[in-house]
């Protein structure tokens, strides 16, 4: 199996950035994809992007192109999710999750088998 763990939420003001990270370990050698959800309060889990572990394809939900990058570090293990331009509506609970069974739906959390804790992320105006 493979664990994850989150890092890099905090408290930001509108129009700040974060850059949040997820470290794996375990058998990595099974990681497809990683993808980061987030879940505000109140709220069902949604899919923000996701990159595949090799080729380094990358797949974002409509609206948040252009503001978050996902980007890897296969040395380290590692998948980032760099916010710009952050939003009051972006507070949320982040999640990395990691795809091991080779899902063809990078978008869809059901594709995806193991889970990190999750890092905060509080936007205030």
């Known amino acids: 199996q493979v664990q994850l763990a989150e890092s890099g939420g905090g408290l930001v003001q509108a129009g700040g950035s974060l850059r949040l990270s997820c470290a794996a370990s375990?058998?990595?050698?099974?990681?497809?994809?990683m993808g980061w959800f987030r879940q505000a309060p109140g709220k069902e889990r949604e899919f923000e992007a996701a990159?595949?572990?090799?080729?380094?394809?990358?797949y974002y939900k409509d609206g948040v192109k252009g503001r978050f990058t996902i980007s890897r570090d296969n040395a380290k293990n590692t998948v980032y999710l760099q916010m710009n331009s952050l939003k009051p509506e972006d507070t949320a609970i982040y999640y990395c999750?990691?795809?091991?069974?080779?899902?063809?739906?990078?978008?869809?959390?059901?594709?995806?088998?193991?889970w990190g804790q999750g890092t905060q992320v509080t936007v205030s105006s």
């Open positions: 999750a990691a795809d091991l069974s080779r899902s063809p739906l990078p978008g869809w959390d059901r594709s995806y088998d193991s």
């Open positions: 990159i595949s572990w090799s080729a380094g394809n990358t």
């Open positions: 375990g058998d990595t050698s099974k990681i497809y994809h």
